[in-house]
């Protein structure tokens, strides 16, 4: 039985990757940071099936620990401090936990077992005021937020281990992905969430900050498959995952208020504190590479998304 470990399995991302590869066979270690309360939320219907486990992206030590007492075969670094306006706050715990973090697990790998498969989640961020359109891996990184900027670092940190100690470290450049285990501070959640309330008459308004913004958005669930194809492919290398399409804030409220047969523009109030101070106005993904070399491609469409999440968040506040 091959062993998994996954940093961040509280995470929408964690908790889909954890099904996978349960599904494969898999023992699946998961690794929690030590509090006093942590979210279980979404492996609530998993937990008996795997490990869990305390360490920290800070603590070098903690890493070496987990990796020599689990011994796992591939590890997948999917924690960060994730959330970009929370990045503009708190730069230097994001630079902390979002950009080093990902050298002390590298580090931890190396000192213990160099064998073992790594990945690590890169995101459409890194590319912020984008040099050419669509995006591809080849495509020059301009960060525009402290998020961006750590997560161009633990990419090259990656892709640096990789060429430099011949390590198995691959890289997956994700685009915008969403689900209903999405967090609700997210844009798409907040929207779907809201329209939720809405519709059931717990809210009347749903306020938000640039509706023109464009993103590459699909579904978490088809794209933790890619994770693991990464790390079964001929060789560690950089994949750009995404849909291809592009569609914009204003678009995902015209489809999300339709699905309850209201008009978004009776609802939505457009707040100037929900601006980024960069805003990064359209990433849209080339996904060729992950379609030609490892046969991936996104299954959900843009449409099923949003109803997705939006008659999720209605199944749950009508509790």
Known sequence: MPVALITGITGQDGSYLAELLLAKGYQVVGMVRRSSTVTMERLEHLQDDIIITQGDLHDQSSMVALIEEFAPDEVYNLAAQSFVPTSWSQPLLTAEATGLGVTRILEAI??????????????????GKVTEVPQKETTSFYPRSPYGVAKVFGHWITVNYRESFDMYAASGILFNHESPRRGLEFVTRKISNTVAKIKLGQAKELRLGNLEAQRDWGFAGDYVEAMWMMLHHTHADNFVIGTGETHSVREFCELAFGCVDLNYRDYVVQDPRFYRPAEVDLLISDPSKARNELGWSAKTRFSSLVEMMVESDLRRLSK
């Open 110 to 127: 190396r000192l213990v077992n160099s064998k073992i498969r790594f990945y690590q989640a890169s995101s459409s961020e890194m590319f």
